[in-house]
């Protein structure tokens, strides 16, 4: 499959168990975050989004939280499942049509 | 369905002979954008166009053209590819510019020898 980054930390979790991958932002200005999912070959995919007006937002199965004090998002997974194995990224937009991409975390789930 | 589309996915070319990377979005959105991704970097913006016509540089714009002549449509063009132009390339669009997810394409692997 596409290699997306040869030195990405990695996360390795059971699979079942809950999963929480972080991000640092750079930019003070941004307000508004989107985490995306890639997986091997593929192109990014959303999975949620949050607006500085909100601490914490829930999805399916996902949750964001975001910390401004320290400039930290952080992706929560419950129930870590296979098809959960992938490159995750944060990205960042200050209200701007420029957005700051995250290098990535690996997850890789362990059966 | 949904979806930005890009062909090719996978091209090797020598430096200096001139290729496009296609890229089509079906969602009607105004804003379209291209990314390389490179081994620990993240994804950086190469152009972006807000409609018709209207294109500008992004972070990593030099060795590479765009037009934005149909909405739908925004295409890579390089004049004369080098071996520092071997990435990953994205195509992107979302609908008003600001604050909201953009929808990637799958990818074009480059090869450039």
């Known amino acids: 499959g596409e290699s997306v980054g040869l030195h990405l930390p990695t996360l390795s979790v059971q699979e079942g168990d809950n999963s929480i991958i972080n991000c640092a932002y750079s930019?003070?200005?941004?307000?508004?975050f989107i985490w995306y999912k890639q997986e091997s070959g593929k192109g990014p995919q959303f999975i949620i989004d949050i607006r500085s007006n909100m601490d914490k937002r829930q999805g399916q199965r996902v949750t964001v939280l975001l910390n401004k004090t320290v400039k930290h998002l952080s992706l929560q997974i419950a129930a870590t499942q296979p098809g959960d194995s992938a490159v995750y990224f944060c990205?960042?937009?200050?209200?701007?049509?420029?957005?700051?991409f995250g290098t990535g975390t690996r997850l890789k789930v362990l059966a | 369905e949904a979806q930005v589309t890009q062909n090719p996915r996978y091209l090797i070319t020598v430096t200096g002979k001139k290729l496009t990377v296609t890229c089509s979005q079906n969602?009607?959105?105004?804003?379209m954008s291209w990314y390389r991704q490179d081994p620990g970097l993240g994804l950086r913006q190469i152009y972006y166009s807000m409609n018709v016509e209207v294109t500008d540089k992004g972070d990593v714009p030099e060795g590479y053209k765009v037009s934005r002549k149909e909405k739908r449509n925004f295409p890579l063009i390089l004049e004369s590819p080098s071996p520092n132009q071997t990435s990953l390339y994205f195509c992107a669009s979302w609908g008003t510019g600001k604050r909201e997810t953009q929808y990637f394409g799958p990818g074009t692997r480059l090869l450039v020898l």
């Open positions: 969602m009607n959105h105004e804003y």
């Open positions: 990205a960042e937009n200050s209200g701007t049509y420029k957005y700051i």
């Open positions: 930019n003070s200005a941004s307000d508004y």
